[in-house]
């Protein structure tokens, strides 16, 4: 909030009631989106044939089947801090729904996800794992999985949707394929995990690199990864590890040039989790329980 400055004050109230023009701040440079997902994967979009569509919204498949993008990863598409990770299904059937502000009044949404990784408040880097593509919304509605994507400006209301922007070109609205270049790392944890794993935290370490914890319901077994986001194919230290509670700790530590992990352990309680790289470090408490 601004101080007021008494006099200035005053001289700008004259001028303005004289009849000058003032000069008014340029409006914020948007900041460098991304495709939601994860390097070199050809994800397409479509804005039109959702009836729930009132402008620029994407609708995101790459799947040939109906479900095939089911837990899909998605990434964030510029830095930011999380102000939305909830279910908001019955509210306005977004479901699952993610909303980070970039600052500049700039906002990305991600809605009718299966999984959050993130959590309001949270800070985020562009391509910091936030979720699974879902099918989640109105508990009177019936969607297959895809990622539903918004940007809006200069403030989150409905009307305020604008076009979507990757790497610098405009989506070619209103259907088009688009490969993604959100490739701070190479690498995403879900093929790092192997089948099963699905994203269920994430959490930066700075501007280095990410902390990533993925689940198996299958097997009861959480996976860890660190991946690198700064000397990325340099070998650098480089920690992840996994502590079910009651149990010993394992620690994959080296000099790695993409990641350390995956560490997996069998933890049908509560997990401690994290991991280093760049000179940060995470060490959760115990949770997902």
């Avoid at 498949?61 to 089911?70: I, K």
């Avoid at 794993?197 to 097997?219: E, H, P, R």
Wanted: overall charge negative; aromatic content about 10%.
């Amino acid at each position: 909030m601004r101080t007021s400055k008494l006099a200035r004050g005053a001289i700008a109230l004259a001028i303005a009631a004289a009849g000058v023009l003032a000069i008014q701040s340029p409006a914020a440079a948007a900041p460098a989106f991304q495709l939601p997902f994860p390097c070199g994967q050809t994800w397409t979009g479509d804005s039109n044939d959702s009836s729930a569509h009132v402008s620029w919204e994407i609708d995101f498949n790459r799947g040939s089947t109906a479900t095939a993008d089911e837990n899909d990863t998605v990434l964030a598409s510029a830095a930011g801090t999380v102000e939305v990770a909830a279910n908001q299904g019955d509210v306005n059937g977004y479901g699952n729904l993610i909303v980070i502000n970039h600052g500049g009044g700039y906002y990305s949404y991600y809605a009718h996800l299966e999984r959050m990784a993130v959590v309001a408040g949270q800070a985020v880097l562009r391509g910091q794992v936030i979720g699974g593509v879902g099918d989640t919304t109105k508990s009177t509605n019936d969607v297959y999985p895809h990622l539903h994507y918004e940007v809006r400006y200069p403030d989150r209301s409905q009307s305020h949707i604008i076009k979507s922007v990757f790497n610098g070109v405009t989506f070619p609205y209103t259907h088009g394929s688009v490969t993604s270049n959100n490739c701070a790392t190479p690498y995403d944890p879900r093929e790092v995990c192997g089948s099963g794993f699905n994203n269920i935290d994430s959490v930066k370490l700075g501007t280095a690199g990410t902390v990533n914890l993925l689940w198996n319901g299958s097997t009861s077994q959480n996976c860890a990864v660190t991946l690198k986001f700064a000397n990325v194919g340099s070998a650098t230290a480089t920690t992840a590890f996994l502590e079910p509670q009651g149990s010993t700790r394992t620690t994959d530590s080296g000099n790695y040039s993409y990641y350390a992990g995956p560490v997996v352990r069998t933890a049908p309680t509560c997990v401690r989790w994290g991991g280093s790289t760049g000179g940060y470090s995470y060490t959760s408490a115990f949770e997902h329980c």
